[in-house]
């Protein structure tokens, strides 16, 4: 598993205090999200990789626009440096295709693509009233759409990251939000799971947030992810 940290304090100077206090650490992920991103730019993204330059950078933004600006923005982002964004599956095959086309010329450099299923934040009917169907199956689909599109993985909750997997294949890569690590408040999640979890269900990603950035002790905390996630991987 690799440890995603959620970037998502209010501003630049916390968000990069955070970071740096996190620097020491050579095998971690950053989330950064829509605002962040809007607000701060690249020059945030660069500000990180100086940081530690070994840190990877996940870019939260869930493209979904038609295949041309979908394809053209993936270069950009790849241009970026980042190593990981994401799409919308419901952007359809086409789109999810020629974005994976027009990263071909980066080879093995060009940064990981996941596909948003579905939102958490809908609700089976609100969901049904926009894709005529209801999550669980039309998560499915779009996972496997995802797959034969030639996309990485997809984003999804750790207790559906199995299902898709034995739909897909073990190596179609899992990342789910909502990792409570010890069991900690689940704040708005809904269905949170512990480290132990993610890695039975197979969770490739586990991104944890307010676990982290709200404990006193972040960099303290951070530590006792990975040792608990070294140790789990191990048994
Ligand atoms: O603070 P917490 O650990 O709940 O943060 C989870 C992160 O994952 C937040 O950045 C949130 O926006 C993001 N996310 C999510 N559910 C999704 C997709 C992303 O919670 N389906």
Redesign the pocket.
Known sequence: MNLVV?L?LPSASENLRLAESLAEFDNLWM?V?FRTYIRDGRAFIDTLKTLNPHFKIFL?LKLYDIPNTMADSAKEIADLGVEMFNIHASSGSKAMERVMQSLEPYAKERPLVLA?TA??SFNDESFRAIYGEGIEERAKEFAKMSYNSGLDGV?CSAFESRAIKDETSKEFLTLS???RPFGEAS?D?ERVATLEIAHREGVDFP?????IYQDENPKQKVKDILERMSKIELT
């Open positions: 959620a998502d989330k999200g939260d948003v939102l958490t984003v939000p909502a990792i704040s999640q991104v944890v947030g307010r676990p």
